[in-house]
Nanobody, 124 residues
């Protein structure tokens, strides 16, 4: 089992920045870590993924150039730096871990473990 706990959400004005963090624990092998978001009535959207052992990240087109995923492998933490936030970035944000190697598609079905989510609200 893998336990994931997100933190760092909140409210910010358009153009502002937030940094989300995710603390991971557990002994199950995980090969990819990722961030997703979801708004009510829509499917969960994959935003960014990074190999758990280190390596180049993947980004969705919607956040590329604005969001940066990073991790501290020794501390088992994952982060998402979000800059130039827009009202359409308002959503619940989730940290995820998966047994499979990362894919540029960042699909929900490839991830086995999820955090409880942290809300991000961007005002206009």
């Amino acid at each position: 089992q893998v336990q994931l706990v997100e933190s760092g959400g909140g409210s910010v004005q358009s153009g502002g920045s937030l940094r989300l963090s995710c603390a991971a624990s557990g002994n199950t092998i995980r090969r990819c870590m990722a961030w997703f978001r979801q708004v009510p009535g829509k499917e969960r959207e994959g935003l960014a993924a990074i190999p758990a052992a280190g390596g180049d990240p993947y980004y969705s087109d919607s956040v590329k150039g604005r969001f940066t995923i990073s991790q501290n492998v020794a501390k088992n933490t994952l982060a998402l730096q979000m800059n130039s936030l827009k009202p359409e970035d308002t959503a619940m944000y989730y940290c995820a871990a998966g047994r499979y190697y990362c894919s540029s598609l960042i699909r929900q079905s490839d991830y086995d473990y999820w955090g409880q989510g942290t809300q991000v609200t961007v005002g206009s």
